[in-house]
Each structure stands twice: as structure tokens, then as C-alpha cells.
């Protein structure tokens, strides 16, 4: 056995291994990452058993466009999993069009070179890279800053700058006459043992990655609500931390709803406390029904809501949404109908949470004030604007406050 057909053997034994970790992990974690993980560690392994029988086939044409076929499908794999766990809102179809394009194209491409020059190992390594930078792409773009973040970040640009290396290393020591002598050359040996030194890392950087998600989601468990389904307190601030982290930069601002139950200590003392409860409980749903980005309840009958990107006409149409969707629920006794007052104000530049919370909580006074089931919205100037759900039309209210 070559050193290379032995690199070749552990190869196939790592990327078996943790094509069958990754899978247990999705199925216990429920964790979408891990599955596809499974299918690229998977298709990788296919990858390295197709180069093993390459001295023995008599097909060798049909061996190197399934070499690379199964390895560039094990990459496009890892991009498209990367995509749905750091980018989900961006469309996929640029990792399926440039797939598509690279793999059709390839046969025409590497043909049209000599064997190991820089053109033919360049048209066959150009591929792989272009989808590890669209994983790497795709975790500088989500912001995160973890450890495994970072950690499965500097793999792929590892990797990303392997691919071109082979390219130079194939063109200066040959990856040997053809596809049946090429298991034998000293370029295989030292490809398969680039490969062995960079799949565990990139398989130990996944597990990292889908270890924290699951602690996360362990943590997010703890941080609800249980009353009302949504995040409590601390849950809520980190989680509109993380969005704003993320949001920073974007052009349309975010906004902060508070929203507050009417007379709602009337309710338990007439109704009782389990009134009380189901009436929490479905005015949250009303929040999330309504399309809520961030929703959580603050304590007792007081709620807020978050969106990361907002403008006047999307909180006020979700308000009177809200405002709909809670007016048509029923409640025991019949004669219930408890309503919510709002209060809402949109981030003004470099403005942080606490200082636009501030704003719509004298924005909810407001509301109150004027006779509650209504809503108002702090403007960034010294005029507050109302909007009456019956009228659907903005007022001034009067000297307000000024913006912090």
C-alpha cells in the first residue's frame, strides 16, 4: 500500500466518521446544520473511494469527473448548510447557479489544457475554492463572533487557500502521467495529506458550531416566558441586542413597540387570576400571530416588541393588526373584552435600546392617557404623533418631549 493510498484510507475513515456524528447530532439536536454536514462529510468520503480504485478502472475519464464531481458536491454542501445557519434570508440560488455552471463546465475547461500546467490544475482546484469562499462569505456577513464562529472561519479560508496551492504544487512537482499512475505521485501524497490536516479541523469546527447552537437553544428554552410563550425579560434585551448588533449599519431603523393590557389588575380582581392568565396568554399570541419580530413580556401584564427593520407605516399597520386580531378572541365570562395600549418609537441615529424604550414608554403614557385601546408614536422631534384606531388618522398631540 502507497503512502498516498494509506492518506486515502483515513481520509475516507474521517469523513465517514463524521458523516455519521453529524447525522446522530441533527436527529438529537433537531439542528439543520448537522444534516447538511452529514450529506458534504458524506460525499467527500465518495470522493476519496472513487480515487482509491482510479489505478484500477478502465475508465479513467469517467473517474476524474466523479472525483471531482462528489467533491465539489461535498462543498457546494457545506455552503448551502453555512448559508441556512448564518444568511438564511439571503437567496440561495447563487451557490445553485454557480454549482450548476462549474460542474457542466469543468469537462470543457480542463480539457482544453495540458496536463499539469498551471491552467489544468487551476480550471480543476478554481471550484472548490469558490465554494469555500462562499461559506467564509457567509459567516463574515452574519456578524458572529464566537469562538466557533471564528474558528470554522479561519478553516475555510485554510481551506480556500489550500485549493490554490494545489494548483501551484500540481503544476511544479506533476500529479503524475495520468489518472491510473496518479494515486502513486508525490502530488497525491501530498494532496491527501493536506486533505487529512484540514478535514478534521473543518470537522471539529462544525461540531463546535452545532454544540453552541444547541447550548443556545437550551439557554432560549430557559429564557421564555412560560406563561406566555414568549422571551421573558433578560431573553428579550439579548435577543434585540443580537438583532441590532446585526442590524447595524442597515439603512431603515428599528423600532421598539411597548404595549401595555388595560385595566388589567381590574380583570383579576373581578374575573380572577386564571382570567388574568388566559388573557396574557393570548395577547401574546396576538404579538407573535401578528408578525412580531422580537416579542417578549417584560413582567406582569406589560409586553414589548422589537423590529430590527421598521418604518412608521410597518409598526402602525402591525399595531392595528394586533389591535384586530385581540379584539375578535372571546373570552369566559362572555362579557370580557380587555384591550392593550401602545406605545411606539422608531431608533434615531446612534440612538441605543434604552433611550428609544424610554421614548415609548412615555409614547404608551400618552396613549393611556388619552383613553386607552389607542396608540401613540414618539416622534425624534418635540411633537408626539398619535394614530386612533377608529379614525386611522395622525394628530398632534401637543408639546411631548424631546428626543434623547
Known amino acids: 500500500m502507497s503512502n498516498a493510498t494509506f492518506l486515502l484510507v483515513i481520509n475516507a475513515s474521517i469523513g465517514l466518521t463524521f458523516a455519521l456524528a453529524f447525522f446522530v447530532f441533527s436527529l438529537t439536536y433537531k439542528i439543520r446544520l448537522g444534516l447538511w454536514c452529514a450529506a458534504s462529510f458524506g460525499s467527500a468520503t465518495l470522493t476519496v473511494c472513487v480515487e ?3 489505478p484500477h478502472t478502465r475508465f479513467p475519464e469517467l473517474i476524474s469527473a466523479l472525483s471531482f464531481s462528489t467533491l465539489l458536491t461535498a462543498l457546494a454542501l457545506i455552503a448551502a448548510g453555512v448559508h441556512g445557519h448564518y444568511r438564511p434570508n439571503w437567496p440561495r440560488w447563487p451557490i445553485a447557479l454557480a454549482y450548476i455552471l462549474l460542474l457542466t463546465s469543468h469537462g470543457y475547461l480542463y480539457s482544453h489544457f495540458k496536463r499539469d500546467s498551471f491552467g489544468h490544475a487551476f480550471s480543476y482546484q478554481m471550484p472548490f475554492a469558490v465554494m469555500t469562499i462562499f461559506a467564509s462569505v457567509f459567516i463574515l456577513a452574519s456578524r458572529r463572533r464566537s469562538v466557533p464562529d471564528l474558528f470554522l472561519l479561519l478553516v475555510m479560508v485554510a481551506s480556500t487557500i489550500q485549493f490554490f496551492a494545489k ?4 503544476e511544479r512537482i506533476t500529479t503524475g502521467e495520468n489518472v491510473h499512475s496518479y494515486i502513486f505521485s508525490a502530488y497525491a501524497h501530498y494532496s491527501q495529506t493536506l486533505g487529512a490536516i484540514l478535514s478534521m479541523p473543518l470537522g471539529v469546527s462544525f461540531v463546535m458550531v452545532i454544540a453552541h447552537e444547541a447550548m443556545k437553544r437550551t439557554r432560549d428554552t430557559l429564557q421564555l416566558d412560560h406563561l406566555s410563550g414568549v422571551w421573558n425579560r433578560g431573553g428579550f434585551l439579548e435577543k434585540v441586542a443580537e438583532a441590532l448588533r446585526q442590524n447595524d449599519g442597515d439603512k431603515e431603523p428599528a423600532a421598539v ?4 393590557l388595560d385595566h388589567f389588575k381590574g380583570i383579576n380582581d373581578s374575573f380572577g387570576h386564571d382570567v388574568g392568565d388566559d388573557v ?3 395577547f401574546a399570541g396576538c404579538l407573535r400571530d401578528a408578525g412580531g419580530d422580537i416579542c417578549g413580556r ?5 409586553f414589548a416588541v422589537v423590529f430590527a427593520r421598521s418604518s412608521t407605516a410597518k409598526v402602525r399597520l402591525y399595531v392595528e393588526k394586533v389591535q384586530g386580531l385581540f379584539a375578535k378572541l372571546t373570552f369566559q365570562p362572555l362579557g370580557l373584552h380587555p384591550t392593550a395600549s401602545f406605545g411606539i418609537a422608531l431608533f434615531g441615529a446612534d440612538e441605543t435600546l434604552n433611550q428609544a424604550m424610554r421614548r415609548a414608554d412615555m409614547a404608551l ?3 393611556k392617557a388619552a383613553g386607552r385601546n389607542t396608540f401613540r408614536i414618539a416622534a425624534l422631534s418635540t411633537v408626539t404623533m398619535s394614530v386612533s384606531p377608529d379614525s386611522g ?3 398632534a398631540t401637543g408639546e411631548a ?3 434623547f
Open 257 to 260: 413597540i411597548l404595549c401595555d
Open 401 to 403: 418631549f424631546p428626543a
Open 167 to 170: 494548483a501551484v504544487l500540481a
Open 52 to 54: 482509491a480504485i482510479a
Open 393 to 395: 388618522t395622525e394628530k
Open 365 to 367: 403614557y400618552e396613549a
Open 298 to 302: 417584560l413582567g406582569g401584564e406589560e
Open 280 to 282: 396574557i396568554r393570548a
